[in-house]
């Protein structure tokens, strides 16, 4: 049977919009608000549909995206989103279709990589994707974790500023410098777009009820504004008439550690609420320790977050920063012929560069692969345990680690 395979156009988003809510277990029904506030901000030419007898049966979507890397700089990346192959007509090689459409203009746009978040673990990493950043959720038992009941607001040891409540206009207008500032130092950061500040803060359509958080800034002593928390609480009591509140954190983003604390500190120690849940976080979050007793911290999640999909080896590894000096010969595996080839990479503080070789291999790796390393992550030397890195120059792997580890592991904040 044939499909065809393309482009939608505008009179087509509509019943785009249904298939994909098909795929996603979602109310087949497209109201027109929803149309009217997701047309404008779709880029139609990247917005694929498979088409059997007429009727939308698959949807593919990528738009693009900055992800930091290492030392603070952004690849271009071509973000996939919006996947879904109806139930009729799955496993038939449809998404292997929109994505190798995709994938191949990506590369001709010259993106350095491919990004998304991927809804089941084993489907992308056929296409040349690896788990670049992890995420881990916490859920906090406060009648256990030790804080001082007492606290009253930021102390020195908090930097001695100020937390005030504060609104979605005003998260609007502070975050985005924040958000940015945290990818100036943090490698896995995907962009959040003035639209993605709106949706987030219930400034958008949305067809799910919203529910108002709270919001709370973290002023430093000179006045200025290093980071919020929104979080959301429910309203339970227990029999015995006691607040068993939960608190749902949303979104933390601090640009110092001392209002991250101190963030943190004001969350815990909300009356009525005896449990916290953090949202996603990074896996090494300062959280667990800065409770009196860590073990009131236990892990709900720990999984993959941002899978990446690397196109091009050296638009990807030039960038980055290198902490120390070195070099390495990949001898990296593409099936689809994007980046694959024999690299070597020179590195050191003053920078880095990646060109073709004929030296013989460090890494003999899969650009599946690539991709745990590219933001310093993963342990070279534990992929060849896994017998996923070959190494071809005897300890090749603990030299990789030397040279890619960053002390700060990648945090994704956002799903898209
Ligand atoms: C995931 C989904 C898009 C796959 O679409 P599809 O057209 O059936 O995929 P393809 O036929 O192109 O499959 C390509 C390969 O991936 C495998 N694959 C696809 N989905 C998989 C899954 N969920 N788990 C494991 N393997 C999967 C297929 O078996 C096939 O393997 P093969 O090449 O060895 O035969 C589709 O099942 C779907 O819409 N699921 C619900 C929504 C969803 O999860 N979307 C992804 C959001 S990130």
Not at 70 to 83: I, Q, S
Not at 148 to 161: C, F, H, I, N
Request: glycine residues 8%; charged residues 25%.
């Amino acid at each position: 049977m044939s499909f065809e395979v393309r482009a939608i156009d505008e009179s087509e988003f509509r019943d785009w919009q249904r298939a994909k809510r098909v795929g996603f277990l979602r109310p087949p029904v497209v109201p027109d608000e929803e149309v009217a506030d997701r047309l404008p901000h779709t880029d139609l030419s990247r917005t694929y549909g498979v088409f059997d007898r007429g009727r939308i049966v698959a949807t593919f979507q990528s738009f693009a995206q900055q992800v930091s890397t290492v030392g603070g700089a952004n690849l271009a990346a071509a973000a996939v989103t919006g996947v879904t192959v109806s139930p009729t007509h799955r496993r038939r090689g449809l998404l292997g279709r929109m994505m190798a459409d995709d994938l191949a203009a990506a590369k001709e746009r010259g993106d350095a990589c491919a990004t998304l978040i991927a809804a089941e673990y084993p489907i992308y990493g056929r296409f040349g994707f690896g788990v670049a950043s992890w995420t881990t959720v916490w859920e906090v038992d406060l009648t256990r974790a030790g804080f001082d009941r007492r606290w009253s607001g930021p102390t020195a040891e908090d930097g001695g500023g100020r937390i005030d409540l504060s609104d979605g206009a005003e998260i609007r207008k502070e975050g985005p410098e924040l958000h940015r500032r945290v990818a100036a130092r943090r490698a896995g950061v995907t962009d959040r777009t003035a639209r993605g500040w709106d949706v987030g803060t219930g400034n958008a359509y949305s067809p799910d009820p919203w529910t108002e958080p709270f919001y709370a800034v973290y002023r430093s002593a000179s006045g200025e504004v290093e980071g919020f928390v929104a979080y959301g609480a429910d309203d339970k009591w227990s029999d015995a008439k006691q607040p068993v509140n939960t608190a749902n954190v949303r979104d933390l983003i601090a640009v110092t550690p001392a209002a991250e604390r101190a963030l943190w500190r004001y969350v815990c120690s909300v009356d009525w609420i005896t449990r916290v849940t953090t949202g996603n976080r990074p896996p090494h979050d300062v959280l667990p320790l800065l409770l009196p007793d860590a073990r009131a911290a236990r892990v709900l999640t720990h999984a993959d977050m941002l899978w990446l999909r690397v196109l091009d080896v050296a638009k990807v590894f030039e960038p980055r920063t290198y902490a120390t000096e070195g070099s390495l010969v990949l001898d990296v595996r593409d099936g689809a012929g994007f980046a694959g080839g024999r690299h070597l990479l020179e590195a050191s503080p003053q920078g880095a560069s990646v060109t073709p070789t004929t030296a013989p291999a460090d890494l003999v790796l899969d650009v599946a692969d690539l991709a745990p390393l590219a933001l310093g992550d993963e342990s070279a030397v534990r992929l060849a345990a896994l017998g996923r890195i070959e190494e071809a120059t005897a300890g090749a792997a603990a030299r990789a680690d030397l040279l890619l580890r960053t002390p700060l592991r990648p945090w994704s904040m956002d799903i898209f």
